[in-house]
């Protein structure tokens, strides 16, 4: 399992794979977190150009450990990210 998460103020977009087919994204409010029933596979990612990239996650577990650490107003993510990129 993969998944990339993206932040854009109040809203958190994610895109997942699993065993390399894709899951397609899904989309939640940043006060919720994401299920396997949120992602669609013909849902295409649309970010807004000030999204933030908050990283690749193995699980949906840590996908939604980053967005409870978040929403406590914690600095640093709640598991570690890889590829985290700064935003422009």
Known sequence: MGFYLWLDRD???AQ???E???MGA???AATDLFT???FDSARKVSLPP???YLGQFA????VNGVLQGLRR?????ACSVHNRVNAR
């Open 11 to 13: 809203v958190a977009w």
């Open 16 to 18: 997942g794979c699993y």
């Open 20 to 22: 390399y087919r894709p």
């Open 26 to 28: 899904a989309v939640v």
């Open 36 to 38: 396997h029933r949120d």
């Open 50 to 52: 000030a999204a933030r």
């Open 59 to 62: 699980s949906l577990g840590q």
């Open 73 to 77: 107003g914690a600095r640093t993510p």
